[in-house]
């Protein structure tokens, strides 16, 4: 019980990665060295959670898309692999189902946001500061206790019952919830493209589209193409930088080489 208690900080660690500055460390790579620690076999854990990182690299939440829970999945899949002294093979295999139920959780309980929000809302325009800190209180905490919860009792209860409680859903229902989450990146990719595409960006698009479509481009050769656009577009290779069509003046030094 008290290792279970330890992967459960380890995961409620992974959810406060936010309020530290966004560190990443919600990543799978450093929640499953820290697992690995904790279940005394760091090279284990950290193979797992590099391999799981490859995985879950495009579990990134973009627009309105809702990813994969990578820290439940990416702690107990690390934690299962290691206590039953399997490798990697098995933590994919268990990651993206135990990721995608914890998400299902996750989504049941952001049904309660917007009553919560509401009640916030109508605290801000009674200027009552102490419940609005509540609310922001209450929310945080359903959002780290979901990721404690589900893995405290998670690997209590052990993972021959966590894999029989896998089999029991339907797998029409694991199946359709795997291909929503291939398709939802570019759905979310589309909407934010909706957001940001205007007429002087949308040439730039489509450069680097055949870049990488037709001239077989790396992604890291055209991001420093793009790169070295921003610098000549915007002037920052210059004296005075253009931005929004005006030019600011900068003052510099008598050498103005690198």
Known sequence: MFIAFILALIAALGVMDYQFGTLY????????????IVLNDVNQGLIIG????????????????????????????????????SGAEVAITLAMPIALVSAAVGNLLDALSPVLLSIADKA???????????IHWILGLLNVGRRFFLVFFAYWIG??????????????????????????????????MRMILNKKIIPFYFLGFALAAFLNVSVLGTAILGLILVIVKFGF?????????NTINEKVGEDDEF
């Open 237 to 245: 290779n210059e004296t005075g930088m253009v931005l929004n069509n």
């Open 50 to 85: 590099a391999t799981l990182e490859l995985f879950f690299m495009g579990a990134v939440s973009i627009g309105a898309y809702i990813p994969p829970d990578v820290i439940v999945g990416g702690v107990l899949a690390t934690a299962f692999a290691i206590t039953t002294g």
């Open 25 to 36: 460390i919600f990543r799978p790579i450093v929640l499953g060295t820290l697992t690995g």
């Open 124 to 134: 801000a325009k009674d200027g009552d500061d102490k419940k609005i800190v509540i």
């Open 159 to 192: 993972v021959d019952k966590v894999s029989l409680l896998l089999n029991i859903i339907p797998s029409y229902i694991i199946d359709g919830m795997g291909a929503a989450a291939g398709l939802l990146p570019a759905l979310g990719l589309a909407m934010l």
